[in-house]
């Protein structure tokens, strides 16, 4: 596929073209400002892309624009209304034979999107069903390969020829890139749909294997815990006497014997008989009551204790005063009678200053405290006659408290039975529960072992075949042989351009997408090269040697090569018309279209290559390859339209 023509139409409806010659150099000459560089924009756009990079000094006077391409005989008319924003997919596209031309501005009508455009393309360029996948951990989308991957290698727009750091179009974008790296395989002829269709079988091959020797490993490692969890089992059945003890069990027995288990039904007489929970009731209110009279009576015998011992203290004290009171006696003085007062002493019979009262009222004390003493004696004999009584009272309470206790600890054990043969019921119900579980998880999987082991031997059969296959047309190995023929071609047109490094070996490198110089002990990289003479040198050589190999292996790309200011090296950098710079290298520059000429020249017409540039050589080939000089108010956009 290669370029007619191209153009722009006013509001008005004037049309502007621009014609190409296909199969041949293309040389557009000019001042700047011009719009040199907005072709490439116009055909990219008009190619299918959605977003719109055309220069504003561009499309501010621009209603449409349009895109002539030829194929075999076949000629396709690609149409684009100016978007009103930066983004559009509106399109028109119009098949036809040689005959057809440039459009006319009342027929031109939005008639398809940019996905029919650049899918009606693909086909026509013979891209085929190319589906390019990402493993399961890549966040990144599945896309089918189509003529927007292979633009990025028909284009280099003024900035990026001459960088250092990208190599391809828009390549400086990080999704763009991973995207190149991805689809270059495909288009150099290293990777075909059928190879990838082979890769997907390999992976799915090496998945299923994976899961088939994971499953195998599982129910090996369910093996040993089947036997564990099993004899685990059997100890608690035969702890619990559901199994004998002396029971041997073999592999195949296995589900026998857990099914005895879940047979198994304990014995349920211990549970049988009248509820016990009524006489422990009824003994506790006995106990309490019991413990309340005895209470009582301990609190009426301490308080005739305290009477007793405090009555016994009284005796005491009065038997105390009695025993005085029998010294009266001893104490009268010499003839004095029983009822006389004491007016002298006893002792020294002096005459006292007041007399001691009388012996009458001394004597009927002594009568009254030995009264009393009487009494006091014979109450504390009725008393401790009581406490005797009240003491064996509680003897008969005492034993019955006894007798209870021996009641209810007996009532225990018995509970402790039921409890028992309840427990035995509940842990029997578990063990079974387990049993149950255990079934339900397959205790018969020898045969299912068996079954994936020979799973897996066919699973690794296949993958052996599959591998086998993948490595008689592996895309690595074919990736690495393509590189290198590219590369010599490369270093064949580095030498020609004098480029540095060029002595030694050039080589593309699809995985980091730059150019490479392979010296004796060192690589080194386009980033790390100088001059940037050599960066559009290396541009140009990868790119010519890239379209080469594309016209001579017969890929799906378009047969056009696009190169906006390649000789920017050799013209000061705001240069206004390089035509008469008299301080540039021109034999540097003719090299480069040297080159440009001769990869047309032999590829016979299979690739068109248009250059957009200042530069203009007064020789006659260069001359004839040039299709159009702006300058002298010459301009993609005429001044008309501008004044208008």
């Given at each position: 596929m290669q370029i007619i023509s191209l153009g722009v139409f006013s509001h008005d409806g004037e049309r502007r073209d621009v014609f190409f010659k296909p199969g041949k150099l293309n040389i557009l000459t000019g001042k700047s400002k011009t719009g040199k560089s907005a072709l490439l924009d116009i055909v990219e756009f008009c190619l299918g892309r959605n977003s719109n990079t055309i220069p504003v000094g561009i499309s501010t006077y621009v209603s449409w624009y349009y895109l002539l391409v030829e194929r075999s005989d076949e000629r396709i008319l690609l149409c684009r209304p100016n978007p009103e924003s930066a983004s559009t997919n509106r399109a028109m596209i119009t098949v036809g034979d040689a005959s057809l031309g440039p459009p006319n501005f009342n027929d031109l009508m939005v008639n398809a999107d940019t996905d029919v455009l650049r899918d009606s393309l693909s086909e026509r360029l013979g891209i085929e069903h190319f589906t390019i996948e990402h493993g399961d951990g890549s966040l990144r989308s599945s896309f089918d390969v189509s003529i927007r991957q292979a633009l990025f290698y028909c284009f280099q727009k003024q900035s990026e020829i001459a960088s250092q750091d990208i190599l391809f179009h828009r390549q400086v974008d990080d999704d763009l890139r991973v995207t190149i790296r991805e689809t270059l395989p495909y288009f150099v002829g290293s990777s075909s749909p059928e190879q990838a269709a082979l890769y997907r079988q390999l992976v799915a091959a090496r998945r299923n294997l994976q899961r088939l020797q994971g499953a195998l490993r599982r129910a090996n490692e369910d093996v040993h815990e089947r036997d564990r969890r099993v004899s685990a089992l059997v100890r608690s059945a035969v702890s619990l006497r559901v199994l004998r003890d002396d029971q041997v069990i073999t592999p195949d027995q296995t589900a026998d014997v857990l099914n005895q288990i879940l047979q198994f039904r304990p014995d349920d007489t211990d549970a049988e008989g009248e509820p016990l929970s009524d006489r422990q009731i009824e003994?506790?209110?006995?106990?309490?009551?019991?413990?309340?009279?005895?209470r009582e009576l301990d609190d009426q015998i301490e308080v005739l204790t305290r009477l007793q011992t405090e009555q016994s203290s009284s005796g005491v004290e009065a038997g105390i005063q009695l025993d005085r009171l029998r010294a009266l006696d001893l104490m009268l003085p010499k003839g004095s009678g029983k009822d006389?007062?004491?007016?002298?002493?006893?002792?020294?019979?002096?005459?006292?200053?007041?007399?001691?009262?009388?012996?009458?009222?001394?004597?009927?004390?002594?009568?009254?405290?030995?009264?009393?003493?009487?009494?006091?004696?014979?109450?504390?004999?009725r008393r401790g006659s009581v406490?005797?009584?009240?003491?064996?009272?509680?003897?008969?309470?005492?034993t019955a408290l006894r007798e209870n206790a021996?009641?209810?600890?007996?009532?225990?054990?018995?509970?402790?039975?039921?409890?028992?043969?309840?427990?035995?019921?509940?842990?029997?119900a578990f063990l079974q529960g387990r049993v149950t579980q255990e079934l339900d998880r397959g205790v018969e999987i020898d045969q299912s072992i068996g079954e994936l082991r020979s799973s897996e031997r066919r699973a690794r059969g296949q993958l052996a075949r599959l591998e086998e296959l993948y490595d008689q047309d592996n895309p690595e190995a074919a990736l690495r042989s393509t590189m290198d023929a590219i590369s010599a071609v490369m270093t064949e047109y580095a030498r020609f351009l004098e480029l540095e490094g060029s002595r030694y070996f050039v080589r593309l490198d699809p995985v980091q997408l730059t150019v490479a110089v392979q010296e004796p002990n060192r690589r080194v990289p386009l980033q790390r090269m100088g001059s940037a003479e050599n960066w559009v040198g290396y541009h140009l050589v990868a790119h010519l040697a890239l379209h080469r190999w594309f016209v001579t292996q017969?890929?799906?790309?378009?047969?056009?090569?696009?190169?906006d200011q390649p000789t920017q090296a050799f013209f000061p950098e705001e240069v206004v018309d390089a035509a008469n710079d008299e301080n540039a290298d021109w034999e540097a520059v003719r090299r480069q279209f040297t080159l440009m000429r001769d990869v047309v020249g032999e590829l016979g017409g299979e690739l068109q290559i248009i250059?957009?540039?200042?530069?203009n050589l007064a020789d006659d080939w260069f001359q004839d390859a040039v299709i159009d000089n702006w300058?002298?108010?010459e301009a993609l956009i005429p001044e008309a339209w501008i004044d208008d």
């Open positions: 003994i506790h209110e006995e106990n309490r009551l019991t413990r309340v009279r005895l006389e007062q004491a007016v002298s002493c006893p002792l020294c019979d002096q005459t006292l200053v007041e007399p001691d009262e009388t012996i009458t009222d001394l004597r009927l004390l002594f009568e009254e405290l030995q009264r009393r003493l009487n009494d006091s004696r014979g109450s504390q004999t406490i005797e009584q009240l003491r064996a009272a509680r003897n008969p309470m005492l021996v009641e209810l600890e007996a009532i225990a054990q018995q509970e402790a039975a039921v409890a028992a043969g309840r427990e035995l019921r509940e842990r029997v017969s890929r799906p790309v378009p047969r056009f090569l696009m190169f250059v957009c540039d200042h530069a300058r002298n108010g």
